[in-house]
């Protein structure tokens, strides 16, 4: 059975890092594009990065130059490293591939910044 899990998340002040891991069980995906998303309370769940088996990377604009998404297609882990952190990435941070599937939803890692 396919299983994503995440890990890294914390509490952390504004202007502060975290590095967020993603490790995938159960398959390969080191030929699949996968993304990170993340669900704020009370908002639906929300498209944060992507990044291709060839490692090209995209981002949704309210991250770009702060968070990077890197992968280790021999290890199964993906990786995203934040950077300059702001109360509003307040999330929990879930992996999935960038076509999500429902069953590949995992509990996730909780991201709290203060401010």
């Known amino acids: 059975q396919v299983q994503f899990v995440e890990s890294g998340g914390g509490s952390v002040q504004s202007g502060g890092s975290l590095r967020l891991s993603c490790a995938a069980s159960?398959?390969?995906?080191?030929?699949?594009?996968l993304a990170w998303y993340r669900q704020a309370p009370e908002k639906q769940r929300e498209f944060v990065a992507q990044i291709t088996s060839s490692g090209i990377t995209g981002y949704v604009d309210s991250v770009k130059g702060r968070f990077t998404i890197s992968r280790d297609n021999v290890k199964n882990l993906m990786f995203l490293q934040m950077n300059g952190l702001k109360p509003e990435d307040t999330a929990v941070y879930y992996c999935?591939?960038?076509?999500?599937?429902?069953?590949?939803w995992g509990q996730g890692t909780q991201v709290t910044v203060s401010s």
């Open positions: 159960g398959s390969t995906f080191s030929g699949v594009a």
């Open positions: 999935n591939t960038v076509v999500p599937r429902a069953i590949y």
